[in-house]
């Protein structure tokens, strides 16, 4: 599982930040990727980091602010008249559909894929049995959602030395096996599988927060997860501005982290007031209250599974 990140900025784009975008790497055999959020310019961040818009298979609005938002029927008409088939879905908050129908009636163009809009309210927005994602509602002006990606756990591997030595043959039924089913060999020997899988490896659980002041429900969707996704818009000096405008400052993410019990903070969404040397005092801000926080920087790469970050 990796993040990709590719716009940082909130409100406007500064000469090294672009707005809202993220892209995760959820690991999936189909080699899918998502996205969350699409402000303006976001295929052509695609197109510099080398990551492939026709696989991205879902898109996840985090609410309908232009900086999160604008750079999608682009980025749609784009994905068609590369020649991509692959069917695409998007979440977000109500008024999404009508917000993608009329971008793309108004401009005469359309999709060459199977395209679904889902308009979600909180609460569990998918299931397909490797991943949950749930919802929940924040703290801003306009509806907007955070996301809680839960990976179901991965089964144990399978003891195949010790499969082979009670002599059972590698083959079709060492699938069976490490699905935790019972076979019969032909000598009369019941073997269970479970007998001879390791213990299930826990899943990560991802936060990905839209923007938001402090509120309750962040507690919620951030508790124990691997890696939360926050915004930190402007330096703990200035929450009475950032709150008013349904932001957050450096310490209350932090504090969110600190109190969720997160392993990893990623901070992002940062004020254009700040350029390189404010960026960095940002995060010194994040890192009193929150030691594991990183920057997130415009192309920058997370790796979930080896905790580092590029």
């Not at 991943?131 to 990976?151: D, K, T």
């Amino acid at each position: 599982m990796q993040f990709h990140f590719l716009g940082t900025s909130a409100g406007v784009p500064t000469r090294t930040r672009n707005v809202s975008a993220l892209v995760l790497n959820p690991g999936l055999a189909s080699g899918g990727l998502w996205l969350f959020d699409c402000g303006e310019a976001t295929q052509h961040q695609l197109l510099a980091a080398t990551v492939n818009a026709g696989k991205i298979e879902k898109i996840f609005i985090t609410h309908l602010h232009g900086d999160h938002i604008f750079g999608l029927p682009g980025l749609l008409c784009s994905r068609s008249m590369a020649g991509s088939q692959a069917p695409l879905t998007l979440y977000g908050p109500k008024g999404l559909r009508e917000f993608v129908d009329t971008t793309l009636r108004l401009s005469g163009s359309w999709t060459s894929y199977p395209l679904e809009t889902v308009e979600i309210d909180a609460g569990l927005v998918f299931n397909d049995g490797q991943l949950r994602v749930s919802a929940r509602r924040l703290a801003h002006p306009v509806e907007c959602y955070g996301f809680r990606i839960e990976q179901h756990d991965i089964p144990g591997a399978l003891d195949a030395a010790r499969l082979i030595a009670a002599g059972v043959k590698p083959g079709p039924l060492f699938q069976r096996l490490k699905n935790g089913e019972t076979i019969t060999l032909a000598d009369g020997r019941i073997i269970n599988g479970l007998d001879y899988l390791a213990p299930p490896r826990p899943g990560k659980t991802l936060a990905i927060f839209g923007d938001t002041g402090p509120t309750p429900a962040a507690l919620a969707l951030a508790r124990g997860a691997d890696v939360m996704v926050h915004e930190a818009t402007l330096e703990a000096a200035m929450a009475q501005k950032a709150n008013s405008r349904g932001h957050s400052t450096s310490h209350q993410a932090a504090e969110l982290a600190r109190d969720a019990g997160v392993r990893r903070l990623i901070i992002t969404h940062l004020s254009s007031r700040y350029d390189s040397a404010g960026a960095t005092a940002l995060l010194a801000e994040c890192r009193e209250v929150f030691a594991n926080t990183a920057l997130a920087a415009d192309f920058a790469v997370f790796d979930v599974r080896a905790d580092a970050f590029r």
